[in-house]
């Protein structure tokens, strides 16, 4: 039985994957800003079979109670050994080139909080030789595209930032995980029209149970992903600057 | 994108709008289209369609929000799939109080259609087990209904084709079971006298009762089939293996596979099928309720042009005369499908306003849609029904007049009182305005 904290735990990719983690009958710590949302959440894991369902209502922008978050949900649950950090907003890149005040509320939001709550389950982690991390980074992060570089930008962040922490806590037994989605029909992406590379959170969550089990470092779901991006990031910066992406 | 069509694909309408509310808190888009409650699209003809309107497709809604282990009372959102309950519950004990022949239906499109099964007889439709729910309403916001609050709206909404608001959650009574397989009998029987009698000797001891009519044989064979008889099983020493993974039918075939050569073969064969005049086998519940679950999409088999499915209830007093003269034209026609479904429902009250359930026999059928060769066949149907004083099922339904839509739902003036300001449907408009 696992102790699994989840940050941002109303995301449509962290309840799917939850509901794997129920059905094997972890305990969870679910942490999400909307408390009626966060209750609803919390009933459907305790019915599908999780051992032990507490929650938090928080702001992940509120880093000042990230280290007393922690320590609750490893109290709580009686240890902690897994964290999987969801929370994340697509940001509006238009709004953010008119304001550096939009930019930094992005950047605050989708990395920022990360690097903070990361820092502090980092050190736990180190320190206690076993855990696994699991961060919702993007494929977004891979390049830098006119249409989306604010929120790319944090992604990409994150992204290093998670690899920068596998490196060092490889030597402490400590699994960290970037988990790298496309496109995928939740409600972040309610507004786009879905084509033939969209696919259900439940896809994704069957790829981040896998991960979690493989001890996976990097993972692009689904899998073609990695190669679509491998082309991307090919093409020569002259070229690439002129493309409408 | 997914598709928006209903289970007959028959008839096509395309939404203007789709939207896939995620959580019980949301508010209705502010849009100026009327709007319609989508479950899983299980719904044969037009009443979960709602061209050039807005569907709200209510999948997300799909969190259990309590079961009591020891009462059997669950509390669920509307999105939930009747196969995601079951496979939750049947573990520990647990099974629906009533299900249709696919368990691939939303809690909410349950209780919209008010739906029975086998059990008619014994349980009623599936609207009696709801204790509790929560309705989202465009003027009212959240109601709660049951019996003793606003029971009004309450039993609108039992059978309410979606128009009364959105169901947020729905309370349900369970009942127990000793395992997941079923103590099941097949008996062949050779015409119409021999099912009603085989109806009449089973209902008592059995809870869940059906037959499988061959609707090709005519003369003394008329009426011929399979009856199924079943409860679940007590304590076994060795339980039936569930059955494997579905297979889905994967593409839509460029022209029926349905015609009258295959429907022949089929139906001799599903007849023959056993030689002895009587089997018993314990099975697992999958195969006994859900034999075509077995095959996803197997509703692509028709083409595209899709099918009308056809289910009416005669009641009791001329069930058998009814049901000889629907089955007559039926064989004459030669069109109908290898799906003839007959049973007995019981007198057991329908709690919504405009259940179809009701005392008498029903009879269901598919037909590949061959136009008006087909709309044709079925007003005969209609007329037969009409005349003996039964009602068409609007689940199952694509086109029947708006004149026999009311006659045999005298209510639904009453109805038109609880229904949403909001919201519409293809199948409300059509049965309404003409
Ligand atoms: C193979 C097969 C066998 C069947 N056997 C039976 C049977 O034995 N007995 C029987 O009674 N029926 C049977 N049916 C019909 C089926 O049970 C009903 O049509 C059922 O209502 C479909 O549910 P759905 O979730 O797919 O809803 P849909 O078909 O999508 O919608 C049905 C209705 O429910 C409304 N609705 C959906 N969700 C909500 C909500 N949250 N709030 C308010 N309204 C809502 C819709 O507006 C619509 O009016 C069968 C269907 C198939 C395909
Ligand atoms: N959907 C995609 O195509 C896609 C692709 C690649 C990566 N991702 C990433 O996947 C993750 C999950 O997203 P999703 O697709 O599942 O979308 P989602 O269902 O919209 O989930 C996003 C969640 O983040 C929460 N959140 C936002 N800001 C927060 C804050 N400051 N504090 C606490 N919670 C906050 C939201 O909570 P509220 O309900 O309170 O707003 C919401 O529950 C995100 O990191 C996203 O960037 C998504």
């Known amino acids: 039985m696992r102790h699994i904290l989840i940050v941002g735990a109303t995301s449509a990719i962290a309840e799917a994957t939850a509901r794997r983690f129920a059905q094997e009958g972890d305990r969870l710590y679910l942490v999400a800003r909307n408390p009626e ?21 928080l702001d992940a922008n509120d880093t000042t109670k990230h280290s007393e978050l922690i320590t609750q949900a490893e109290t709580t649950m009686g ?46 982690f180190e320190e206690q030789k076993h855990g696994t991390i699991v961060v919702i980074s993007s494929v977004a992060g891979d390049r830098g595209r006119q249409s989306n570089y604010v929120y790319g930008t944090a992604k990409a962040a994150v992204s290093t930032f998670l690899q920068g922490l596998r490196n060092r806590l490889y030597r402490s037994g400590v699994t960290v995980i970037t988990i790298k989605p496309g496109f995928v029909d939740t409600p972040m992406t309610a507004s786009f029209r879905k084509g033939k590379l969209w696919v259900s959170p439940e896809k994704i969550s069957e790829g981040i149970s896998r991960a979690i089990q493989r001890k996976s470092d990097v993972v692009y779901l689904p899998w073609f992903w990695k190669f679509i991006m491998v082309v991307i990031r090919l093409i020569p910066e002259n070229f690439f600057k002129k493309m409408k992406l | 994108m997914k598709g928006y069509a209903s289970w007959g694909r028959y008839p096509k309408a395309i939404p203007a ?52 282990h020891s009462t059997g009372i669950l509390r669920c959102e509307a999105g939930v799939l009747l196969a ?114 085989l109806s009449g000797e089973s209902d008592r001891d059995y809870e869940y009762t059906v037959a499988w009519i061959d609707c090709l044989a005519q003369g003394k064979f008329l009426g011929r089939g399979l009856f199924m008889r079943g409860n679940h099983a007590t304590p076994q020493e060795k339980l039936p293996a569930p059955p494997g993974k579905t297979r889905g039918f994967p593409v839509d075939m460029p ?33 006994f309720f859900y034999p075509l679950d077995g095959v996803l999409h197997w509703n692509r088999l028709y083409g595209r042009r899709g099918f009308l499915q056809y289910q009416c209830v005669v009641p009791p007093e001329s069930a058998k005369e009814s049901i000889r003269a629907l089955l007559e034209i039926i064989a004459t026609a030669r069109s ?25 026999a029903t009879l269901a059928l598919d037909f590949p ?17 009409a005349s003996a004083g039964g009602a068409v099922y609007p689940a199952k339904d694509a086109r029947m007049s708006g004149e026999h839509f009311r006659q045999y739902f005298p209510r639904w003036e009453e109805f038109q009182r609880y229904i949403d300001p909001r919201f519409s449907s293809s199948f409300w408009r059509r049965v309404t305005r003409t």
């Not at chain 1, 509320?105 to 389950?121: A, D, G, M, R, W």
């Not at chain 2, 061959?370 to 037969?384: A, E, F, K, M, R």
């Open chain 2, 369 to 385: 849609n061959q136009g008006q060769h087909t709309l044709d066949l079925l007003d005969q149907l209609d007329t037969i029904v």
């Open chain 1, 37 to 57: 949302r966060l209750a609803a959440v919390a009933s459907d894991l305790e019915t599908r079979g999780a051992t032990q369902v507490e929650t938090m209502v």
């Open chain 2, 84 to 197: 995601d309950i079951l496979a939750l519950v049947v573990p520990m004990g647990w099974f629906l109080p009533v299900t249709p022949g696919t368990r691939f239906v939303t809690v909410g499109g349950a209780i919209a259609n008010d739906v029975h099964g086998k059990n008619h007889h014994r349980t009623g439709t599936f609207g009696q087990h709801v204790q509790r729910l929560a309705l989202r309403r465009s003027d009212q916001g959240v109601v709660l209904c049951s019996v003793t609050e606003n029971a009004d709206l309450f039993h609108a909404t039992i059978a309410g084709l979606g128009l009364t608001g959105a169901i947020l959650w729905a309370e349900i009574q369970l009942r127990p079971i000793a395992n997941a397989a079923m103590d099941t009998e097949t008996i062949r029987f050779s015409n119409l006298d021999a099912f009603f009698d």
């Open chain 2, 17 to 68: 709008m789709v939207y896939g509310p995620h959580w019980a808190d949301e508010l209705f888009p502010k849009d100026a289209h009327f709007l319609l409650p989508y479950g899983n699209g299980r719904s044969y003809g037009d009443s979960c369609l709602n061209d050039s309107g807005a569907l709200l497709d209510m999948r997300g809604l799909d969190r259990f929000l309590s079961f009591d």
């Open chain 1, 79 to 124: 240890g902690l050994d897994t964290i999987l950090v969801a929370h994340g907003t697509l940001s509006d890149q238009k709004a953010c080139e008119s304001s550096f005040d939009e930019t930094l509320k992005e950047l605050q939001t989708n990395c920022l909080s990360l690097i903070s709550l990361l820092t502090h389950v980092a050190n736990r």
């Open chain 2, 336 to 360: 109908g499908s290898f799906l003839a479904v007959l049973k007995v429902f019981g007198n057991r009250f329908s709690p919504g306003l405009l259940s179809f359930p009701r005392p008498g």
């Open chain 2, 255 to 287: 022209f029926p596979l349905v015609n009258v050569w295959s429907l022949r073969a089929f139906n001799s064969l599903y007849y023959r099928k056993q030689f002895a005049k009587m089997r018993r086998t314990i099975t697992h519940y999958e195969p």
